[in-house]
């Protein structure tokens, strides 16, 4: 079913532990509602999501199509989405967000793989509803990779990696037949972003200066066209992008290491600490020393208000509404 075009996108970071760059967002709380959003999002990374109870719609940028119990959902990084229940149900789910490229970086690089540039293009504008009759496999491979994450057992990560790698080859034999399918298998590159090449250099290179004309380019646009249509799809221009995936990286310094404010401060790219410290401020609501202060208690918990972090709470704002936004932080639609 065809869906209007939408404007302002959302964009959710995730931030995923360095050393096992993955994350599972499971339990009692992730119930998806059934009040459709009005609003797309996308993310930093991939979401592979299993779907436990209930039914409902995943909608894109120029389609919607339906879920059911079992169903697994592969969402590339770059792939703008929504999710909303049935009407009257509240569907139950699990989610897994994972940096494919940096949980396998430790042993080898996704350029030995057979058909490695495939794959980089599943996990950056790809995404499907694989249902758990049709793809018993993939259904099997998720699920024991959430009770992995679930139970923690001895040596874990290594298990994940290997059930992960194992899924990642199964999904890039879907990929490559996705045009032969029906709608249960949605081949995305419709639903990603015209400017996902930018986004994704920003990502890889964001310590580093470099001029807008390059991202245009990237995007084969004119620079006056990607400004316009960077802001559209993202409600900001791209060096706020950059600043902010700068400071969400500072955080992680802050929380995880020792390393003082100035070295973290050019780590990340800015050339004088006082631009880091107001752009910070701006982003998170605090000083770089408060915010150390207050999170390097759970330093190894990954933290879901990422997108609070982007658009602070208000002191106008009343109780309802911080409680509604903080929801929406902790992805109350995924």
Sequence with gaps: MSRPKHTTIEYRNYALPAYFPI??????????????????????????????????????????????????????????????????????????????????????????????????????????????????DIYMLVTEIIREMTEKDNNFQFSVRGLMLSLMMKLMNIYATAKDTGIGTIQSHENSLSIAPAIYYIRKNYMQDFPMESLADMCHMSPTHFRRTFSQIM???????????????????????????????????????????RHFMEIVGMKPSQYRSQMSCIRDRSL???????????????????????????????
């Design 23 to 136: 994350i599972l967002l499971s339990g009692d709380n992730w119930h998806i509602s059934d009040i459709p959003s009005g609003t797309l999002h996308f993310h930093n990374c991939l979401e592979i999501g299993l779907c436990e109870t209930d039914s409902g719609t995943m909608e894109f940028a120029d389609a919607s199509c339906p879920f059911h119990a079992g169903d697994v959902t592969i969402v590339a990084s770059d792939v703008a989405h929504t999710t909303y229940s049935s009407p009257g149900t509240a569907s139950k789910w699990s989610y897994l967000f994972v940096n494919i490229e940096e949980l396998f970086a430790p042993y080898f690089p996704l350029d030995i793989i057979s058909n490695g540039d495939m794959l980089l293009k599943l996990i950056r504008s790809y995404c499907a509803i694989l249902p758990r009759a049709e793809y018993p």
């Design 235 to 277: 409600g900001f221009g791209a060096l706020e992008y950059v600043n902010r995936i700068r400071i969400t990286h500072a955080t992680h310094l802050l929380r995880t290491t020792e390393m003082p404010v100035l070295e973290i401060s050019e780590e990340i790219g800015f050339h004088s600490v006082s631009s880091f410290n």
């Design 304 to 334: 879901l208000k990422c997108t609070g972090w982007m658009t602070p709470p208000t002191h106008e704002q009343t109780p309802d509404s911080a409680r509604k936004q903080q929801d929406a932080a902790h992805g109350g639609r995924a």
